[in-house]
């Protein structure tokens, strides 16, 4: 059996930190149980998507004993919403298993936090939300692949919340989805259920839902009222 970790979570945040610090930027939110550990930073520089409305970069990690996952990250300053590109080209998922040491792993680590930072990224990444404010959303289609593999009384839940808060938005285009989507994940106290929610908002203006590994990650969630 191969027992290859990666170092612990504590160390892993370090060098996150530390990577995102050398690229001027600063952590936003980190959850760390010793087990997981799901963080998010904020870079410099900001892209407007519509007049007066701007998202600012970043990079959201999302770590255990066996895989990293990183990817580039957006926060909508007008509202406080965060959303997880995981379909970027530049995200990365890096197993233990793939690399002859700890230190190895975390080497990779520290260049996938490089290679999420890139500029080019977010360029491409605020293009794609520009343009999702033209294409009208179908709810059904865009959440249900997504919160149909959480617990039934979850699920019902969550979509329930999202479709109020985007019929109230009265904002019908993907773009619309997209925030109602992240503001449900930023009333979410469950760190797992949350992030889950902020891959899925970030795929929708693009028409791409996160990869079905949900797996451990359907534990109750606690919404904040």
């Known amino acids: 059996m191969d027992t ?6 504590s160390a ?7 990577e995102i610090g050398l690229a001027g ?20 520089g900001k892209y407007e998507v519509r007049a007066g409305d701007f998202l600012q970069p970043g990079v959201a990690l999302r ?40 230190e190895d792993a975390a080497a990779a680590v520290r260049e996938a936090v490089r290679t999420c930072c890139d ?14 404010r033209d294409r009208v959303a179908d ?18 839940q969550i979509f329930r919340m999202i ?8 904002d019908a285009s993907r773009y619309g989805l997209m925030n109602a989507v992240t503001s449900v994940a930023r009333d979410i106290q469950d760190p797992d259920v ?12 693009v028409g791409k839902p996160p990869a079905p590994e949900l797996d451990g990650f359907a534990a109750e969630a606690v919404v904040v009222r």
């Open 194 to 205: 949350r992030w889950r929610l902020e891959e899925l908002g970030g795929g929708v203006p």
């Open 163 to 170: 479709v109020e808060r985007f019929f109230d938005g009265e």
């Open 119 to 132: 500029e080019e990224a977010f360029a491409t990444i605020a293009d794609d939300i520009r343009s999702s």
């Open 139 to 156: 709810v059904t289609l865009n959440l249900l692949p997504v919160l149909s593999r959480l617990r039934p009384e979850q699920g019902t």
């Open 12 to 18: 892993i945040a370090a060098l996150f930190a530390e």
């Open 63 to 102: 770590a255990s004993s066996s895989q990293v996952c990183v990817h580039p990250y957006v926060f909508r300053q007008i509202c406080r919403n965060g959303a997880i590109i995981a379909h970027a080209l530049q995200s990365r998922h890096i197993e233990a298993s793939e690399h002859e040491s700890a």
């Open 25 to 44: 930027g600063s952590l936003s939110d980190t959850y760390n149980d010793g087990e997981r550990l799901l963080s998010r930073s904020i870079l410099p």
């Open 4 to 9: 290859r970790e990666f170092p612990p979570t």
